[in-house]
């Protein structure tokens, strides 16, 4: 299991820098991306021709064209937080990518496991205590939602190619420094959809991009001890740690990013990528000879509170433009 783990990592970080790096031997995947292509037209087609039947309250995807981690989940965070300062209520549903719950729509508490729910409803529902709701039919979530939540609004955490569920508004996150690859579509490159399809959408986000209306940046608060909630501060933690060894392990789709990002605040960690989405074991974790073990968010709620003493979990926030927030609560506004 431990290898077939192992290939299936490298397999992904090869196909992923060859699609960002532009080799040459994804052109033998060009005549599957051609039937890609015409399976993602048909469906945009029926669509577009008959449109789902629209809900009570206003729906918003947070997606993307690109396979791999962008900054969605963050963005949605921001979005609560931005709509609960204007006394907005909101809900969220996702597909709960890896859940094992039912085949229904399932309601995420914050003591259920990640196993069950997926980690990112998982984490939305304890960071926000906001209704989240997972199912793999995103229209069935949602009425299921509003069924027992009546809020002003959901959320949908990814979804934009989930055709069944109708919209009011779909944003698109991208990473600025990584755009569209090779431009090419499933399997020759990473996209869902063509790059058409951002002409389409409501609003582009990207992280660290250049546009402050379309610009999406991380803001580190601090770090937490995983086992106990004690607090650092980023400059702090530094400090703390001069001298010490320390590790960075994360299951993103990008952990480029984070490691970066460490870089950037000043530790000098020793790094290791696992696979998107994957739960980081024990003997992940006793493999590393460190001191401090620094995870994400994303990795830190598919771990008991009782696990390894040395992790310590960064915590960032999103910061999103605020014409892309009045847009969305003006959605609000007419629908009342």
């Not at 960071?127 to 995103?138: A, E, I, K, M, Q």
């Not at 803001?219 to 740690?241: D, K």
Request: charge should be neutral.
């Amino acid at each position: 299991m431990a290898l077939h783990g192992m290939l299936m990592q490298r397999l992904e970080q090869g196909v992923t820098r060859a699609w960002y790096g532009g080799a040459w031997w994804l052109w033998l995947l060009w005549p599957l991306s051609l039937a890609v292509s015409w399976v993602v037209a048909r469906r945009r087609r029926r669509f577009l021709n008959a449109p789902p039947a629209t809900l009570v309250k206003p729906v918003v995807v947070v997606g993307g064209i690109t396979v791999g981690g962008s900054g969605k989940t963050p963005v949605i965070l921001a979005l609560i937080r931005a709509l609960r300062a204007k006394g907005k209520t909101v809900g969220v549903v996702s597909r709960g990518y890896g859940s094992t719950g039912s085949d229904g729509p399932l309601f995420v508490t914050g003591d259920l496991s990640a196993a069950l729910a997926g980690d990112e409803p998982l984490l939305i529902a304890r960071n926000t205590g906001v209704p989240v709701v997972v199912d793999s039919d995103r229209r069935r979530a949602v009425e299921a939602l509003l069924a027992q939540h009546p809020v002003d609004m959901v959320l949908s955490d990814d979804g934009l190619q989930h055709y069944s569920m109708p919209r009011s508004f779909e944003v698109v996150v991208l990473d600025a420094e990584r755009g569209l690859g090779n431009g090419r579509l499933l399997p020759m490159g990473p996209l869902r959809e063509p790059r058409s399809r951002l002409k389409t959408v409501d609003w582009v986000l990207e992280r660290n991009g250049e546009k402050p209306d379309t610009r999406f940046l991380y803001e580190v608060s601090g770090l937490r001890h995983h086992n106990t909630g004690a607090r650092l501060g980023a400059a702090e933690a530094v400090i703390a740690w001069a001298g010490k060894a320390i590790a960075a392990m994360t299951a993103l789709g990008q952990p480029e990013q984070f490691f970066s990002q460490l870089d950037s605040l000043g530790f000098t960690p020793t790094t290791r990528a696992l696979r998107d989405h994957q739960m980081i074991g024990s003997k992940d974790l006793a493999s590393l000879n460190a001191e401090v073990v620094i995870i994400t968010d994303k990795d830190a709620v598919k771990l008991p509170y009782d696990s390894d003493e040395r992790i310590w979990v960064l915590e960032i926030n999103a910061t999103i433009p605020v014409p892309l927030v009045d847009s969305v609560i003006s959605l609000i506004e007419v629908e009342a």
